[in-house]
T-cell receptor, first 113, second 117 residues
Framework: GNSVTQMEGPVTLSEEAFLTINCTYTATGYPSLFWYVQYPGEGLQLLLK?????DKGSNKGFEATYRKETTSFHLEKGSVQVSDSAVYFCALRGAGGYQKVTFGIGTKLQVIP | DAGITQSPRHKVTETGTPVTLRCHQT?????MYWYRQDPGHGLRLIHYSYGVKDTDKGEVSDGYSVSRSKTEDFLLTLESATSSQTSVYFCAISDPLPSGGGWEKLFFGSGTQLSVL
């Protein structure tokens, strides 16, 4: 079945540092890939997505590129802010018809001033 | 924000008691989902619904049942709560894109923190 692997963290960075959160996946065909973010006390919300190989999703300074050859969708941001402190989930939806969304375990990011 | 309301927001109950969590949406979405969130496991799908009275199991459905008698309401019942069901429960909605080119993003409620003592 489909699966998503990401580190649980926590990841602690100083403000303005560069962020990378790695995500790799296992799936057949060409799934759609997502990053969701969860701020404290809230539900998840979509941060960015990519639906085909070599697509780059971007939003709020975050970027991730769909790499079919390495089955990866790493999240990056050039300069993090304290307000980026949250839990980040990598996820995929399988290709074809109805396919449930499979989530990684979530990576907690803490940004300190 | 999508109109999704979960109730209650917090609940403490005792082992062996039945518990029902409610998800209410005002978006008229066909698909509704119940997830649980646990450290080290991320989000796992419990049950989902693809229409009124149409439901199916997810990956962790044992000990849970669901019902959907109206488009807007999706109920999750723990038939006899156990300590292993202490978790944060999220409802989500999503629908296929009208163009047929994929799916909308998942919209999540704010969650229900359930503690089973």
């Amino acid at each position: 079945g489909n699966s998503v692997t990401q580190m649980e963290g926590p990841v602690t960075l100083s403000e303005e540092a560069f962020l990378t959160i790695n995500c790799t996946y296992t799936a057949t065909g060409y799934p759609s890939l997502f990053w969701y973010v969860q701020y404290p006390g809230e539900g998840l919300q979509l941060l960015l997505k990519a639906t085909k190989a070599d697509d780059k999703g971007s939003n709020k300074g975050f970027e991730a590129t769909y790499r079919k050859e390495t089955t990866s969708f790493h999240l990056e941001k050039g300069s993090v802010q304290v307000s980026d402190s949250a839990v980040y989930f990598c996820a995929l939806r399988g290709a074809g018809g109805y396919q449930k969304v499979t989530f990684g375990i979530g990576t907690k990011l803490q940004v300190i001033p | 924000d999508a109109g999704i309301t979960q109730s209650p927001r917090h609940k403490v109950t005792e082992t062996g008691t039945p518990v029902t969590l409610r998800c209410h949406q005002t978006e008229n979405h066909r698909y509704m989902y119940w997830y649980r969130q646990d450290p080290g496991h991320g989000l796992r799908l419990i049950h989902y619904s693809y229409g009124v009275k149409d439901t199916d199991k997810g990956e962790v459905s044992d000990g849970y049942s669901v019902s959907r008698s109206k488009t807007e309401d999706f109920l999750l019942t723990l038939e006899s709560a156990t300590s292993s069901q202490t978790s944060v429960y999220f409802c989500a909605i999503s629908d296929p894109l009208p163009s047929g080119g994929g799916w909308e993003k998942l919209f999540f409620g704010s969650g229900t923190q359930l503690s089973v003592l």
